[in-house]
């Protein structure tokens, strides 16, 4: 099969001749129909390339084999997955390609009434969110939202880049637990990121943005998600954090000029891939030990998500459709590097559906 695997002298090459691997125990052999990109694979190929490996991490397809123990799918089945490819322990993990294996339990069926090009963009938004929010060193909120409290927290939760791929989905994975969801973007995303459910939305390029929150909130705001991750947006969210202090979970290592400047702000940050359960394979600060309790977080999350799908609770965040197949990405990888794409998701189609 063709695949877009890591290059030897570095970023992603084509590859006409990868092996079609046989389902293992828990997964389903897919049926590429659509892959989508992510600011992960042009970090990943960037920082910590394995030559030979398949890259990718979102795509949706169709299933045509299933692996031993696997009962939730069966052939034919729709299905979006998440995965995390140029993996150094399996090589074979990874999205772009034109078969690709997916977990059982981080996957959902797709509604009739989604296109898998629509859902091949919410595998890794639901599980980046949803370690985010909900668990450690994110922000452990319960979920759903106990209503007991009402009187002893604030159900404010603020998602700073609400316009992103993972800041739209944190604003519905929120709503749908309960809480209230307020976000930081420019004025021109601010009917996008209401249309997904924030309360309220703030101008992050105002000097008094962080100021403008703490009113809003009555100086009670103790969860921040930042989706964004850079000095002057962790300041911010900082000074949008109640007197009392809170929580600050981000994507990115956070920035140690601004992490002690409130002892009463806990600060950390996530890596995606621990959602596997297996310990995270990368260099220096980005490697994480094995963490099973998240394994078995994603399990529940993507059967709720696969419920809130089918009620509509949540979709998946704007598209921008790229031609090209597989060959293309490396060009649509550099537009992320680059900061090119803005309030959308890009997506390349592999087949019709």
Known sequence: MKALVGGESGGYRLADDFDITDPKPGTMLCRVHAVALSPYDAKIVDYSNTPGAVGGCDFAGIVVAVGEGVTRFKVDDRVLAVTFGLSASDKTAGAFAEYALATEDLSCHVPDDLSLTQASSMGLGIATAGLALFQAPGLQLAMPRPKSADRERSAFVLVSGGATGTGTMAIQLLKSAGYTPLVTCSPVNKALCESY????????????????????????????????????????????????????????????????????????????????????????????????????????????????????????????????????IPTYVNDLRLGNVRAKRQVVPLLAG
Not at 208 to 225: H, K, M, P, Q
Not at 253 to 276: E, F, G, H, N
Not at 303 to 320: M, R, S, T, V, Y
Request: with cysteine; aromatic share 10%; hydrophobic share 35%.
């Open 197 to 328: 459910g924030a309360a309220a939305c703030f101008d992050y390029h105002s000097a008094t943005c962080g100021a403008d929150i703490r009113e809003y909130t009555a100086n009670r705001l103790t969860s921040v998600f930042d989706c964004v991750t850079d000095t002057p947006t962790m300041k911010m969210c900082y000074e949008a954090i109640g007197s009392s202090g809170g929580h600050y979970v981000a994507l990115e290592s956070t920035s140690p000029i601004i992490k002690y400047t409130r002892r009463d702000v806990r600060a950390d940050w996530l890596m995606a891939p621990s959602i596997l359960g297996t310990p995270v394979e990368l260099p220096g600060s980005y490697g994480r030990p094995s963490t099973p309790e998240h394994r078995q977080f994603g399990s529940g999350l993507f059967l709720l998500a696969e419920k809130w799908l089918q009620e509509g609770a949540i979709k998946n965040h704007p598209l921008e459709i790229r031609k090209g197949g597989l060959a293309s």
